[in-house]
């Protein structure tokens, strides 16, 4: 005979996010590739410290030196002396706060811009979906240019830059989802009881939009990784000497032939990273998709 408590436990129904986790759980690359996302970012943070070289002093006795467990220069060293391992790992600290930064901040942008257009509808919904595709005429290339030019190459500018051309698809993906969320019962129920409408959209339209925007921000990372890496590789990011995955690229193409590790470390933490997070996106929609099993 099985005790009250085992039949309870039986019965006992998962949450959506208890599921999710658990499919989440049985994917073997999105795990992995968590893990090894995980290793990545602890390295960057920690590994610097740790390293007996810093990013940015030279060793003239070792310029553009091959990779060497000898003079403790484990990745090799640039043409101008520097460790290149620490390099990496600093740049990748650069270069996922600026990802991580930018995504937030689009994220956010993206979440209350889609969900008020679609919430609100009509006229309102046609003119601020109008801004959005004049948005997506500009070219970001240019307007990341024009602001380098007049405002200088700091930290917060690429981040502004990035984010002020990246927001638009979140816009469009929530207004879609938020279309559908508006005419449910709860919504009307709460119309009915006079809630005022940003109340509405906070309360009850965007929590119910955070699968969808869960799996949609695995996805924007590494595009605004990426962006943040062809920025700095055409000299409009971060400036030495501090250095970012795009900058040590750059470095990297300039003498690929000669001393082709400058290039192959940071592009390969680059591409690792890029495909953590796609793998990571790929196991957040299988999980969340309530038609899974």
């Not at 959005?132 to 005429?137: G, Q, S």
Request: hydrophobic content about 55%; some cysteine; charged content about 15%.
């Amino acid at each position: 005979m099985l005790k009250a408590n085992e039949i309870e436990a039986l019965v006992q129904g998962r949450s959506l996010w208890s599921d999710a986790r658990l499919r989440f759980m049985r994917n073997k690359a999105a795990l992995v590739s968590l893990v090894l996302l995980l290793f990545i970012a602890l390295a960057c943070v920690v590994g610097p410290w740790l390293l007996p070289h810093a990013f940015d002093s030279a060793d003239w006795d070792a310029m553009s030196a091959a990779p060497s467990w000898k003079n403790a220069h484990f990745w090799g060293t640039d043409d101008a002396g520097r460790d290149l391992l620490v390099r990496c790992l600093v740049g990748g600290r650069v270069s996922l706060t600026v990802g991580l930064l930018a995504t937030l901040a689009s994220v956010s942008l993206g979440i209350v811009w889609g969900a008020t257009a679609g919430f609100i509808g009509g006229k309102v919904d046609a003119l601020m979906m109008r801004i959005v595709d004049m948005m997506y005429a500009i070219p970001y290339l240019l307007i990341a240019i024009l602001l380098v030019t007049i405002l200088g190459r700091e930290f917060y500018l690429v981040v502004l830059t990035i984010t002020v051309f990246s927001w638009m698809d979140m816009a469009r993906v929530v207004r879609g989802q938020t279309l559908s969320l508006r005419s449910m019962e709860y919504v009307e129920a709460a119309r009915a009881m006079g809630v005022s409408t940003t109340r509405i959209i906070f309360r009850h339209i965007v929590p119910n939009l955070l699968g969808v925007v869960v799996i949609y921000t695995t996805v924007t990372v590494p595009g605004v990784i990426l962006t943040e890496s062809v920025l700095s590789f055409l000299g409009l990011g971060i400036q030495e000497p501090m250095t970012s995955w795009g900058v040590l690229i750059q470095d990297g193409a300039k003498a690929m032939e000669v001393t082709p590790w400058i290039l192959l470390f940071p592009a390969g933490l680059l591409s690792v990273t890029l495909y953590c997070f796609n793998f990571i996106g790929d196991g957040l929609r299988d999980a969340l998709d309530p038609k899974e099993r």
